[in-house]
């Protein structure tokens, strides 16, 4: 018999579900990309919307509902201004670009608060892809405005508003989704490696929208609106929500033993979501004296299948008032008791601020700083997301072998604060100066944010005082998210109101959100420190 080929054998060595696990984590990855890849654009093309010119008869306003006010329904040759994009053409356009961004990420935490209860109650794969149609839709919309020659700021300002609400639907939805096919076994770092979608997506959307910044701005709305879309196809097509819905099964076949019928929901229940590398089958049945017996920690606490359970799992799910074979998730109130949630939450609102501020201000203040065009600059405001992969795999990595999340976080908070300052320093002695401390700011801004959004959810997710609720982690992820979401809203705002007076302030703000968000987190680092490897924080007992 011939040898088979090289590359059927690797195809092979592989099992259906590992191969099935792996395209669900690309899958979600490059939907979740996509999303951030149809954020980037607007804090490119800002260089573009107001470009800085000599022009003494312009009449400054206090405020852009002043300006609103005063707009006359009457259309204008594009570009007529030669300070770029009117409103966006006048004194006060900071304000005004600040107002987009505010417009924007107040209405992407106001909706992320109820996207998590809303998901919960839908089909992901329907609830993500309406999703990102709308969102495909909303922000070509923004685009629009420079084929149509529009120049009515409150057009602009409500296609921001309808994108942020939209797209909350995707952070809930595919955190969810992945949660189902990992477990806890090296959470940290394979959802670090996964949350780089963030940063891809943001590195794609500059240089989608960079390439036709100069040339025609309206494009570099268009074409990310489109993709996302596209992927909001792909996710109706090929989403699988649960393993169980392709009868997925992580039961070692090293063993030689399969599972009894009667036996066969309760174990497939705990390997869908525990992950190949971390289950082990120690007996080949389980009656109920057996299943009654303490069992790994591990495989404890997990998300369990909410309709494949056994008695004695339905009777402790009254201690949260909500049965395994209900549809009833959990409530507001109930996440908010889970110990953590209110403290990472909280932390995550002052890291998000810093993070997004940089999303949304970077490239403009490479132009101011730099003097480059809105293309280069664009392209170089990239690296600090390149930074943020490599940020995202670090603290998912420590923390998985210090088993210390907030301790982690608290660590690269800590390096963050001064970096800043040293970023705003260097940046004005070159180019080449700047680009390096975009990598280490990139990496330590993110890094935080990375592992909150993702392992510490899906930890406090599957935390047990759950009991097991299979439908806790959306509403979870959800109000964590949008807590950091506030913070998100009021970092480029604040940015808008104090660059006006230098941008050596705003790096003094980021620098102090930074230090909120390790103040938050000083009690959970307290007790880590308490404890000993075997009993951190998140350990389940």
Not at 206 to 222: D, K, M, N
Not at 260 to 289: D, W
Not at 464 to 471: E, F, I, P, T, Y
Not at 496 to 513: C, D, H, K, Q, T
């Amino acid at each position: 018999m011939a040898q088979l080929p090289p590359g059927i054998r690797f195809i092979t060595s592989f099992s259906r579900d590992q191969w099935y696990r792996a395209f669900i984590f690309t899958l979600t990855f490059f939907l979740y990309a996509s999303f951030h890849l149809s954020r980037k654009p607007i804090s490119i093309v800002k260089g573009e919307l107001h470009k800085h010119c000599a022009a003494s008869h312009e009449v400054e306003l206090s405020s852009y509902r002043e300006y609103a006010a005063q707009i006359q329904p009457v259309k204008k040759p594009s570009n007529a201004s030669q300070c770029g994009w009117e409103p966006f053409d006048k004194n006060n356009y900071k304000q005004l670009l600040g107002a987009l961004d505010y417009s924007f990420l107040c209405a992407y935490a106001i909706g992320m608060y109820l996207s998590g209860i809303i998901g919960e109650r839908l089909p992901i794969r329907y609830y993500l892809t309406v999703g990102m149609l709308a969102s495909g839709l909303f922000t070509a919309m923004f685009g629009l405005g420079y084929f149509y020659n529009i120049h009515n700021l409150w057009f602009y300002i409500m296609a921001q508003i309808a994108n942020g609400l939209v797209q909350t639907t995707g952070w809930p939805s595919v955190v969810t989704c992945i949660g189902n096919w990992f477990g806890k076994g090296r959470r940290g770092l394979i959802m670090g490696i996964w949350n780089s979608h963030t940063s891809v997506g943001n590195i794609l959307g500059s240089l989608i929208a960079a390439y036709w910044v100069s040339t025609c701005w309206g494009l570099s709305f268009v074409m990310p609106g489109v993709i996302i879309a596209v992927m909001g196809i792909f996710c109706f097509l090929f989403l699988i929500e649960h393993p169980k819905d392709i009868s997925c099964s992580s039961t070692p076949s090293s063993h030689g033993h399969e599972p009894s019928i009667s036996t066969e929901f309760v174990v497939s229940s705990n390997a869908f979501l525990n992950g190949a590398s971390r289950f082990r089958v120690h007996m080949p049945t389980l009656n109920a004296k057996e299943a009654s017996k303490p069992q790994d920690p591990e495989m404890q606490h997990l998300l369990i299948d909410s309709e494949n359970c056994t008695a004695s799992q339905n009777s402790s799910s009254a201690v949260t008032g909500e049965g395994r074979h209900g549809t009833s998730a959990i409530s507001f109130l109930g996440a908010l008791r889970i110990p953590g949630v209110i403290e990472f939450s909280l932390c995550l609102l002052f890291a998000k601020l810093v993070s997004y501020t940089f999303l949304f201000w970077l490239p403009l203040y490479i132009t101011n700083v730099e003097h480059l065009d809105a293309k280069r600059a664009g392209d170089l405001s990239t690296l600090f997301d390149v930074g943020g992969i490599f940020g995202g795999i670090l603290a998912g990595l420590i923390s998985d072998r210090l088993e210390k999340r907030a301790s982690t976080c608290g660590m690269m908070l800590l390096l963050a604060a001064p970096t800043l300052y040293m970023f705003s320093a260097v940046s004005k002695m070159g180019l080449e100066a700047t680009v390096v401390m975009l990598l280490i700011s990139g990496a330590l801004v993110n890094g935080p944010y990375a592992l909150i959004t993702t392992a510490v959810s899906a930890d406090l997710g599957t935390h047990k005082s759950l009991k097991g609720n299979a439908r806790a982690l959306s509403t979870v992820t959800a109000i964590i998210d949008g807590t950091g979401s506030v913070g998100a809203a009021l970092g480029p705002l604040l940015a808008g109101l104090i660059s006006p007076s230098g941008w050596n302030n705003v790096f003094y703000m980021l620098m102090v959100a930074d230090a909120c968000a390790l103040l938050f987190l000083l009690r959970l680092i307290q007790k880590e420190l308490r404890c000993n490897a075997d009993h951190t924080l998140f350990k389940e007992h």
